[in-house]
């Protein structure tokens, strides 16, 4: 069975310090993998997702993420965070198909500080 | 352009009493649907999936029940209401690659 596992259930960053979040994950097939973030309430928004190509992907407001399927491993990376990161970042994992939906790891808090 | 609209936002039901949830989706076809539920501390579990009209997959047992009257619609719901089954439940749709989620309801159970 697919899983995702983010180790960091909290993470607390200097504004301007760099970010790296970490998730591995097991999947029996080629994996198709994504990042959300969740603000307070609301729902998801897609940060960057991996399908083939290129294992270091871009995203939208700054973030990228490395593939490294010897590790296992999909980490979510910025170089330099906001008061506005501050947020649940989810990482998961579906099948090519997409149909059978997303299995998403518990999430890590991420706390910004002044 | 490609939307999902969910309601209620915010929700407060006795126990035992009965659940509707909808999600409707607009700007394409023949979408998959799915219902997930986000309990604190726990992370998204996916609940049902859909891939056509009454067409209903459920990934776990439990006191809830979807179905899909038409193409972009979508609905959760529950004949006698657990305080089990609080926390925040989102609707997602897919076509192909993409998974666009809705904003959600939050439902707490008293």
């Known amino acids: 069975a697919q899983s995702v596992t983010q180790p960091d259930i909290h993470i607390t960053v200097s504004e301007g310090a760099s970010l790296e979040l970490r998730c591995n994950y097991s999947?029996?097939?080629?994996?198709?993998l994504f990042w959300y973030v969740q603000s307070p309430g609301q729902g998801l928004q897609l940060l960057l997702k991996?399908?083939?190509?290129?294992?270091l992907v871009q995203g939208i407001k700054g973030f990228e993420a490395e593939f490294k399927r010897s590790q296992s491993s999909f980490n979510l990376r910025k170089p330099s965070v906001h008061w506005s990161d501050a947020a649940e970042y989810f990482c998961?994992?579906?099948?090519?198909?997409?149909?059978?939906?997303?299995?998403f790891g518990k999430g890590t808090h991420l706390i910004i500080q002044p | 352009s490609q939307t999902i609209h969910q309601w209620p936002a915010t929700l407060v039901q006795p126990v035992g009493s009965p659940l509707s949830l909808e999600c409707t989706v607009e700007?394409?076809?023949?979408?998959?649907l799915y219902w997930y539920r986000q309990a604190a501390g726990r992370g998204l579990q996916l609940l049902f999936y859909?891939?056509?009209?009454?067409?209903i997959s459920s990934e776990v047992p439990q006191n809830l029940s979807a179905s899909r009257p038409q193409d972009r619609q979508f609905i959760l719901s529950s004949k006698k209401l657990l305080l089990s089954d609080s926390g925040f439940y989102l609707c997602?749709?897919?076509?192909?690659?993409?998974?666009?989620f809705g904003s959600g309801t939050r439902l707490t159970v008293v």
């Open positions: 997602a749709w897919s076509v192909r690659y993409g998974y666009t």
């Open positions: 999947y029996g097939a080629t994996p198709y």
């Open positions: 991996y399908f083939s190509g290129d294992t």
């Open positions: 998961a994992v579906g099948d090519k198909r997409g149909a059978d939906g997303l299995t």
């Open positions: 700007g394409t076809s023949n979408p998959n």
């Open positions: 859909s891939v056509g009209i009454g067409q």
